[in-house]
């Protein structure tokens, strides 16, 4: 795709959707994101300026792979898959955000590269916050609290993303399965306490590719869970019945 053609396909992505809303209406969106949450109106107001609002549904595309960079998305509700793909085309899944959750961060303060890293894709229907690259990067430098809570969120993903390497590669099919479930089953339960059908938005395939391994490997030990009562498989989903039962899977006496 040409540079051209880049910057016009970021643009179809985001300008149909936009609405930019006063500071007294945006304020309790952005404080579903994580980052935001603590932070003192003064903090924010600066970053509900120049925030824009967008609706996307299930399936929809936000932003390509090595395609030019312009900014950085915040979930306030729905949740994405960021992709990439192999030599053959094959798609592998890097990681899903869900509400409160940030992407496409890698962008900022990158002297190196000015592309997208993965392509992110809607996994359910939702409306998610774009801020431009140079803005956010204006208000982290004028706003030190923002900066602290940036580096924070960006630390515990690198964590998180080091934890689940480890995973892939050393843990046998089974363990890696059943942690990775645990891992998304963590993410997808709603806010407080909730112990019975826990929904993940993936199928059998797309799973196979957050694990690393076949999709043959994956669900044979989606039989053995399912024949025990531990899973469930419906419409493009994975449902973990009982989350205190799931969890004495890896941690006994849970």
């Known amino acids: 795709m040409s540079r051209r053609g880049e910057r016009m ?10 609405s930019i809303i006063a500071f007294s209406e945006i304020e309790p969106l952005i404080r579903k994101v994580e980052i935001f949450k603590h932070l003192p109106s003064t903090v924010l107001s600066g970053v509900a300026r120049r925030i824009q609002m967008i609706k996307y549904k299930k399936g929809q595309r936000i932003i390509l792979e090595e395609t030019e960079a312009e900014g950085v998305f915040f979930v306030f509700s729905g949740s994405v898959k960021l992709t990439k ?17 940030i992407f496409a961060e890698a962008c900022l303060f ?12 809607m996994l359910a229907e939702g409306e998610l916050a774009f801020l431009n690259k140079r803005d956010l990067e204006e208000e982290l430098l004028r706003q030190p609290e923002l900066a602290i809570q940036m580096i924070r969120y960006m630390s515990e993903g690198l964590q998180e993303l080091t934890s689940t390497l480890r995973d892939i590669a050393l843990l046998d ?6 942690k990775s479930l645990e891992r ?11 112990r019975y059908n826990i929904e993940i938005p993936l199928n059998v395939q797309e799973f196979a590719t957050v694990v690393g391994v ?8 989606f039989s053995k869970l399912k024949k025990d009562g531990f899973i469930d498989l419906r419409e ?8 205190c039962l799931f969890c004495s899977l890896i941690k006994p006496g849970y």
């Open 9 to 18: 396909y970021q643009q179809e992505l985001i300008n149909p959707h936009l």
């Open 85 to 101: 793909q192999d030599e053959q085309g094959n798609e592998m899944i890097v990681c899903i955000k869900k509400k409160g959750e």
């Open 110 to 121: 990158n002297q190196v590269s000015t592309m997208y890293p993965a392509t992110a894709v």
């Open 173 to 178: 099919v089974y363990t890696k399965t059943v």
């Open 184 to 194: 998304l089953g963590l993410k997808f339960k709603s806010e407080g306490f909730v």
């Open 214 to 221: 076949s999709r043959e490997s994956v669900s044979r030990v």
């Open 236 to 243: 493009r989903k994975i449902v973990i019945l009982d989350w």
